[in-house]
């Protein structure tokens, strides 16, 4: 099994940015693909960005453009940074690991005012 624990969210006014840090428990090359999702109250979880071990990355079209996803295995971290964020982009960010079955994280929360 393993354990990921997401830091770095916060308030922020819209147009600034965030980092979110997600780390693991053990090597996250031990995963196929790690990601970020995010759910808005009385929404549903919404896949934002995902990597790949081979480093292939994926993001949703609400967030291309603006979002990075990244990783550093010698930390068993992946990373989301977060630019030109908008009141939309309002939400718990999870952290996602998936080998055979998904592991999520606790969540951060993202408040951007308007």
């Known amino acids: 099994q393993v354990q990921l624990v997401e830091s770095g969210g916060g308030l922020v006014q819209a147009g600034g940015s965030l980092r979110l840090s997600c780390v693991a428990s053990?090597?996250?090359?031990?995963?196929?693909?790690m990601g970020w999702y995010r759910q808005a109250p009385g929404k549903q979880r919404d896949l934002v960005a995902t990597?790949?071990?081979?480093?292939?990355?994926n993001y949703a079209d609400s967030v291309k453009g603006r979002f990075t996803i990244s990783r550093d295995n010698a930390k068993n971290t992946v990373y989301l940074q977060m630019n030109s964020l908008k009141s939309e982009d309002t939400a718990v960010y999870y952290c996602m690991a998936r080998r055979f079955l998904q592991s999520w994280g606790q969540g951060t929360q993202v408040t951007v005012s308007s």
């Open positions: 053990r090597s996250i090359l031990d995963f196929g693909v």
């Open positions: 990597i790949t071990v081979g480093g292939n990355t």
